[in-house]
């Protein structure tokens, strides 16, 4: 079954800094990566999607790229923030069966400092 | 407000007893899908919802929950003879089309004591 890993530890950064958080998987790629934001107690909220034919995707201060053969996913967020302190989702679009099934990874927490 | 939204935001009740959810999805969007999300873990998958068929259930859904979608709008997560594991934030989301975006509804909480 597919396995998704991403950082289990808490990503600590100064505010201005670029953040970079990893999301690896095993066994076959998926046809669309995406990443969420989580805030506690709330929903996960959509960030970007990148298409396996994609190498790169840039929207605002964040940057997502995809390597499918080191089957994995590198997300960035630029001049950091402390309000972009949350837990970051990445998830595997399979779109298998018709419609996105999405497996999501245990997520990283980032906090920023001022 | 015109996103996903979930009712209750929180639930406390005592082992064995039955729990409901309800789900009101995006307007516009006929796809629906719930999770489980457990404390520290990426939210699972467990139903998916085309207008009001049910198209796939996740082996995670054991005979004791159910979800319906009785007329392609808002949806029901029946849980009966609750257990403490259950325990969990139950997730909403719907989608436009079957390969669009998933939006996320808050979430209800549930305690099983």
């Known amino acids: 079954s597919q396995k998704i890993e991403q950082n289990s530890e808490a990503l600590n950064i100064q505010e201005g800094k670029t953040a970079t958080l990893t999301c690896n998987y095993t066994n076959y790629s998926p046809a669309y990566l995406q990443w969420y934001r989580q805030d506690p107690g709330r929903g996960p909220v959509f960030l970007l999607l990148i298409r396996e034919n994609e190498k790169e995707k840039r929207k605002e201060r964040l940057k997502v790229t995809f390597d499918t053969t080191l089957k994995q996913s590198l997300f960035h967020i630029t001049a950091s923030q402390p309000a972009d302190s949350a837990t970051y989702l990445c998830?595997?679009?399979?779109?298998?069966?018709?419609?996105?099934?999405?497996?999501f990874g245990a997520g990283t927490r980032l906090a920023v400092h001022p | 407000d015109t996103g996903v939204s979930q009712n209750p935001r929180h639930k406390i009740t005592k082992r064995g007893q039955n729990v409901t959810f309800r789900c009101d999805p995006i307007?516009?969007?006929?796809?629906l899908y719930w999770y489980r999300q457990t404390l520290g873990q990426g939210p699972e998958f467990l139903t998916y919802?085309?207008?009001?068929?049910?198209?796939?259930k996740s082996r995670l859904l054991s005979d004791r929950f159910s979800a319906e979608r009785p007329k392609g709008s808002f949806s029901t997560l029946e849980i009966q003879r609750t257990e403490q594991g259950d325990s969990a934030m139950y997730l909403c989301?719907?989608?436009?089309?079957?390969?669009?975006?998933?939006?996320f509804g808050p979430g209800t909480r549930l305690t099983v004591l």
């Open positions: 919802f085309q207008n009001e068929a049910q198209l796939e």
């Open positions: 989301a719907s989608s436009l089309g079957a390969t669009d975006t998933q939006y």
């Open positions: 307007s516009e969007h006929n796809r």
């Open positions: 998830a595997l679009d399979m779109a298998s069966g018709g419609y996105n099934k999405l497996i």
